[in-house]
């Protein structure tokens, strides 16, 4: 599953055995990998189509359930101990600013709640990710969040399928916290496979999750999710969720021909506490209002998937300049993401490669996303040697970017980088632990509890 997880799976497990008093060989682990988006940035929240993986690094959550509601809880990156209880009602927070690490299990307990879902038992447990690579654009909030899904879900005996998930995680992060995000992150979380390129049509996503909203009547939701999901080489128009796989003929030894490289700015900030993801969302929100209206259509949701390319190109007039530069975004996105599903079928790397630095560059000048040294990064990124293509991973705004790399080049593509952004950017660099400035990684696999006496 994760090569690197199971280096860490004893050392949580002896932790939960230490808060707890329990045997190691009771504690269950919740490993949720942290993902990168190729292709579709800054459209999900759109109802656009987008691709997804998953990488070998995440987050592990060691537990095991405690002998009432209680939850306990210890970080390997934040101190003091979490307590509190599965029964006590959990209301949204107010202030941004008042978010921390305990939010999030709050924030589980809370969606679990508020959908009907009867909590008896809490949990004790460790929660580690890597450091360094939090609010890195990697999407941990969600691998933090969906941990304390499935470890409360494990310890109830709640049965939740991968689309309740999403839909959980998405109530974690937009009701709980209040962050205005789409489900791109925790469905690549769930969804992916090793080997494949994830592919989401957000539109279809969105309306499901809004059916689960409106009534519990998915009481099989794993059945109607995979309904939805066929092979690229199906054609059937009611695929909206679906697995491309990399062409066999471009495998070398049973391993994928690239790498993933990510290069961080030594930026990093807690997507709440910035509004200027939200101010995005709300622009794109506003350009897809004023296309609607100017057409005469009445009666969709103002998001940009509601649009379609003709009545774009007809009305694009009216839109204000920024406004016209998310709407570019957007649809010149759609159209590389369909590109890219073809190139990547076809086991053509090289094409899939530029198109990722076409989106990369569409988020420099449309989004408008991406500050001085995240832009920087990205420039070194797209000029390392064997880097078949680079963006920002994320929102863009602080974090880090990522890169598919020639395997054989991976070590000496990130050489590079290191030496040409410590020139660059010195101040940052130094602040950054020198294990973590570039990282080399392989793709991953889905989120899952690791039972007892199981290493994947």
Avoid at 1 to 6: D, E, H, I
Avoid at 235 to 249: G, I, M, P, Q
Avoid at 303 to 325: F, G, Q, R, T
Avoid at 416 to 440: H, T
């Amino acid at each position: 599953m994760f090569p690197l997880f199971v280096l860490q799976l004893d050392f949580v497990r002896k932790k939960v055995a230490e808060i707890s008093g329990r045997d190691e060989q009771e504690v269950r682990v919740a490993a949720c990998p942290y993902r990168i988006c190729p292709l579709g940035a800054h459209i999900d929240h759109q109802g656009g189509i987008v691709t997804a993986m998953t990488i070998n690094y995440g987050v592990l959550l060691g537990f095991v359930p405690s002998n009432d509601s209680e939850v306990v809880l210890q970080s390997g990156q934040f101190k003091g101990v979490i307590q509190f209880r599965v029964d006590d009602l959990q209301k949204p927070i107010d202030n941004p600013e008042n978010i921390n690490w305990e939010s999030y299990a709050r924030g589980a307990v809370y969606a679990l709640q508020s959908n009907g879902y009867d909590l008896k038992k809490g949990i004790i447990g460790y929660i580690s990710g890597v450091k360094g690579l939090d609010s890195s654009g990697l999407s941990s909030s969600a691998a933090v969040g969906i941990a304390y899904l499935l470890a409360l879900e494990d310890v109830n005996d709640l049965i939740v399928s991968p689309v309740d998930n999403i839909q959980l995680d998405k109530s974690i992060e937009n009701k709980y916290l209040g962050l205005e995000n789409g489900i791109l992150d925790p469905s690549a979380i769930l969804l992916s496979r090793y080997g494949y390129l994830t592919l989401m049509d957000c539109k279809v996503l969105v309306q499901l999750v809004e059916k689960i909203e409106l009534c519990a009547i998915l009481k099989s939701s794993s059945q109607f999710l995979f309904s939805f999901v066929f092979f690229l080489s199906r054609t059937a128009s009611s695929s909206h969720v679906y697995f491309s796989e990399l062409s066999k003929s471009q495998w070398s030894q049973g391993q994928l021909p690239f790498k993933i490289l990510l290069a961080f700015s030594g930026l990093q900030h807690n997507l709440p506490k910035k509004r200027g993801y939200n101010t995005r969302v709300f622009e794109c929100k506003e350009a897809a209002s004023a296309i609607l209206g100017a057409s005469g259509s009445e009666g969709v949701s103002n998001i940009l998937c509601n649009v379609d390319p003709p009545m774009y190109e007809a009305h694009k007039s009216v839109l204000e300049e920024n406004l016209s530069k998310r709407a570019e975004h957007y649809f010149s996105e759609m159209k590389r993401v369909a590109k890219g599903r073809d190139a990547w079928a076809s086991g053509n790397l090289q094409e899939f490669g530029q198109l990722i630095s076409a989106s990369g560059r569409s988020s420099i000048l449309n989004y408008e996303c991406g500050s001085k040294e995240m832009i920087q990064l990205y420039e070194i990124l797209v000029k390392a040697p064997g880097v078949l293509g680079a963006r920002f991973s994320g929102a863009g705004f602080r974090g880090c970017c990522l890169a598919i790399v020639e395997p054989d080049l991976a070590e000496q593509a990130a050489e590079y980088v290191r030496a040409e952004y410590e020139k660059a950017q010195p101040e940052l660099v130094c602040k950054i632990p020198a294990d973590r400035r570039v990282l080399v990684c392989e793709p991953g696999d889905s989120a899952r509890v690791i039972l007892p006496d199981h290493r994947s």
